[in-house]
């Protein structure tokens, strides 16, 4: 087994960044690298030419080492990301004119969020003479749709990727095989909206698995938007004056008996247009012209020429090693470097199997304490 270690002050200030602060405020990957390096700890700002100097260009090459390039990244994380907006709590000092001060005053902003996060956490006991662990196991869900923002972990490219289409009046299929973990993509994305699309759309996930058939689908999405029941022209008329986000899940399941192509000509002709009522996200098993026997010809396929794809891949070696410390930052175990290795080896960066070979991993742990 690895070293069982206390966790470092800076491990915890950089985590709750990360999970509490990036995710919530929706920092891209560059803008999350420089306020991790701005802000290393609880108690210290860096200075713009300080995080420029630092070297995190080597781990994120479209970083420019350049204090010029960095203070106009702060600009846009103080103005754009962390601004006040209706409903969400922002930055009051973001228009502030002095940097420094501004710094100062941001690091002060987030102090009590830290404390407040800290206060949060699962509590840590002691076993005899041992040194401390949490008890819980904190490689969860092992199955399903991680929808706890706190829990939700990388993905930062394809959700900018995701947005930079929906923003563009595109609507996007996310393909990726079982438990690659689009699921999750797609509720962050439904979380993110609100903070993330140039025009507000009101997000609605609906999840196939409990779909029956077309009747249903109509059933569950007019509830959701909160219009009459309603079909063709008659439901186009009721939703003319809404504006909606609709994440569909498992949207594999429209090849069950009870669903025609009548529908996905119906969510065409929703989507389609820069004023279309609706934006469609949709969670794909397969690329959408194979799904759906529509035709050879792309253009037969309904959904499939107004969905850019979005293909969901497994974790590359950064992104995984870096989800294991995220987790295991919450506790005070530390798995080896070898027992990493073998676990990236195992699962091939698939988030599904990594979780659950790093919970197995974890548990095996727990057994030595007791």
Request: glycine fraction near 6%; hydrophobic fraction near 35%.
């Amino acid at each position: 087994m690895g070293e069982v270690g206390v966790t470092g002050t800076v491990n915890l200030w950089q985590n709750f960044l990360r999970l509490e602060i990036v995710t919530f405020y929706g920092l891209s990957r560059t803008e999350t690298a420089i306020l991790l390096a701005k802000f290393p700890d609880e108690k210290t700002v860096k200075s713009n030419k300080e995080v420029a100097d630092g070297g995190i260009a080597e781990e994120n090459s479209d970083i420019l080492i350049d204090p010029e390039n960095v203070r106009r990244q702060m600009w846009t994380i103080y103005n754009k990301r962390f601004c006040p907006q209706e409903n969400r709590e922002g930055f009051s000092g973001c228009n502030d004119r002095s940097s420094s001060v501004k710094d100062t005053a941001f690091l002060d902003w987030l102090k009590p969020k830290y404390l407040k996060w800290l206060s949060s956490q699962r509590s840590v006991v002691s076993i005899g003479d041992r040194t401390p662990v949490i008890s819980d196991n904190p490689f969860i869900p092992q199955t399903g749709r991680v929808d706890d923002p706190q829990l939700f972990f990388g993905r930062e490219g394809e959700m900018r990727r995701v947005f930079e289409v929906l923003n563009s009046n595109d609507s996007v299929v996310l393909i990726g095989e079982e438990g690659i973990g689009k699921s999750s993509l797609l509720s962050a994305i439904c979380q993110q909206a609100k903070n993330l699309l140039f025009s507000p759309r009101k997000p609605i996930y609906l999840d196939l698995n409990r779909v029956r058939d077309n009747d249903d689908f109509y059933t569950a999405l007019c509830e959701e938007v909160g219009i009459p029941k309603s079909y063709g022209n008659m439901l186009y008329r009721n939703l003319k004056n809404h504006r909606v986000l609709l994440a569909i899940d498992n949207i594999e399941k429209m090849t069950r008996e009870g669903f025609t192509r009548e529908v996905r000509d119906i969510l065409r002709s929703l989507a389609e247009g820069q004023k279309a009522p609706v934006k469609l996200i949709v969670a794909a098993s397969a690329p959408l012209k194979t799904l759906f026997n529509d035709g050879q010809d792309i253009s037969s396929s309904p959904l499939e020429t107004i969905c850019q794809p979005e293909n969901i891949k497994p974790w590359d070696e950064t992104t995984a090693r870096d989800f294991i410390q995220a987790r295991l930052a919450r506790t005070l175990v530390r798995f080896s470097e070898e027992e990493i290795s073998q676990l990236l080896q195992l699962s091939g960066g698939h988030p599904r199997r990594l979780m659950q070979l790093c919970y197995q991993n974890y548990a095996r742990y727990m057994e030595d304490v007791k």
